[in-house]
């Protein structure tokens, strides 16, 4: 039976971008989503290469009814959010070209590019840019969705790098959006998402590629408290030290140590071994440790956290309160000891993971133009929570999600109960059951709305392309 999507775009004479589901290639684009449960095996996956080729696949399926999806690297954890069943996947992953230009100092980078072969790409030219930590992450959505890096201090998220954006708009055009040309939508895309076009080409601004200092310490639970300790004093220092970094996640693995430990990532970007601000951090005891002088590159590989699993992820942040710290190590213990009573004990994972996200942050962002990711109106020093839950089957998924969701409304409720939850949900760790754009707050909900009204009249990003989290409709 005919299909409007796939004639429409045979006739826009893109039949060789189109892989099938009985195409080995279209097996391997379903199989290289980082999350299991992300994969929704699409009618047709279309493979761009060009900005123009992007142009005429959405050109094509703006003039039949059918839904798609955008998908950069593919690392967006839950089902939805960059793939779709019943419509047509539009996926970037052969657009992986990274140049830089050492007079403007911007490194062009496409979105289906992966954060280590970026790195890799630049280190020859002598620079870096505020990408992700994992290096297998994709590019287009960390940088639409915000992007927390290991230089979040010096320069921002990794969004307010982005000198412009080559976007390919509702009606084909591919336009740029910079300070100067299109700052409206310059802005919006700064966490805005896949709500505007499809990003063709990140121009960012680099620095300087100096070695870094860091790398993992994994500590024995019973150092809990002093850890707690280390991440709030870490907080409320690092605006005197923004050249560094500091993670800290409860974690249970049993295929590396069989009880729960707390695994640490502290990094200095400057490639000091002696920041004062990690001396009481080294004084906790380990159990082993990855500290070393190395590149950003190498850092980011040491630590790719394994595809091809099934996923489940809630965030929420909180002010810089170590209570509440304590007492999502607590209750992670027991997700961990219920878990087990579930689940064959070999076959799970769980993190519990906190990053400081100082105001200062935010300032940073305001200084390079400004997101709407809404940072800059959390008055506090916060803490950004993320927790994850990794299983094999869809049946143990569903048993992770019931205990995720209930872990994270504990934790809400007894930071509430303090006064220090913060409602501020990271769009790039949210779960399908949150909603990020509704806690950027309603000025930027607004100019959000405004932006796709002019950009994309007949709201095609909003109802036809689905994947991912929309604007909400309705006045949050
Ligand atoms: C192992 C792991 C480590 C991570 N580490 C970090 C980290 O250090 N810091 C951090 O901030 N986040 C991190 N994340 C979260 C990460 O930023 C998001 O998953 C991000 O969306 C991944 O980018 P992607 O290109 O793979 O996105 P995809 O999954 O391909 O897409 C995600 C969303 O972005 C939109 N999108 C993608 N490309 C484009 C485009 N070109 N134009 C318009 N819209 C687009 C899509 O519509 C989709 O809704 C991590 C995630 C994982 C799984």
Partial sequence: MADPQLDALVKAGLQSLLVYPSDAEYTERQRSYWAANAALGPKAIVLPRTAEDVSRIVKALAEVDGKAAIRSGGHMQWAGANDIHDGITIDLGRMTNVTYDSQKKLASIQPGARWGHVYDALEPHGVCVAGGRDANVGVGGFLTGGGNSYYSGRVGMGCDSVANFEVVLANGDIVNANATENPDLWKALKGGSGN???????????????????????????????????????????????????????????????????????????GKEDAPIFENIKKVPTLFQDVKSRTISDIAKAYVLPSGLRQTWFTLSFKNDGDVVKKAGELHDQ??????????????????????????????????????????????????????????????????????????????????????????????????????????????????????????????????????????????
């Fill in 196 to 270: 505007f076009g499809i990003v063709t080409r990140f121009d960012l601004k680099t620095i300087p590629a100096t070695p870094l200092w860091g790398g993992m310490r994994a500590s024995p639970r019973s150092a809990g408290d002093a850890i707690v300790q280390s991440v709030v004093d870490f907080t409320n220092d690092n605006e005197k030290n923004p050249e560094t970094a500091y993670i800290i996640n409860f974690t249970y693995n049993p295929s590396v140590v069989p009880d729960v430990v707390i695994a640490s990532v502290m990094v200095d970007t400057l």
């Fill in 335 to 476: 997700l961990v000891e219920e878990l087990k009573a579930l689940l064959p004990a070999q076959n799970f994972v769980t993190q519990c993971l906190f990053q400081p996200l100082p105001t200062f942050f935010a300032k940073r962002s305001v200084e390079q133009g400004g997101n709407v990711l809404g940072l800059d109106s959390v008055p506090d020093n916060a803490l950004l929570w993320l927790l994850t839950g990794t299983v094999n089957t869809e049946e143990h998924e569903k048993i992770m999600e019931e205990k995720l969701s209930a872990f994270a409304k504990s934790l809400e409720e007894y930071a509430k109960s303090k006064g220090s939850d913060i409602p501020w949900l990271y769009g790039n760790y949210t779960d399908k059951t949150q909603c990020p754009f509704s806690s950027y707050g309603a000025a930027n909900i607004d100019f959000l709305r405004k932006v796709s009204a002019k950009y994309d009249p007949a709201g095609m990003f909003q109802n036809k392309f689905v994947g991912g989290f929309k604007i909400p409709k309705n006045q949050a």
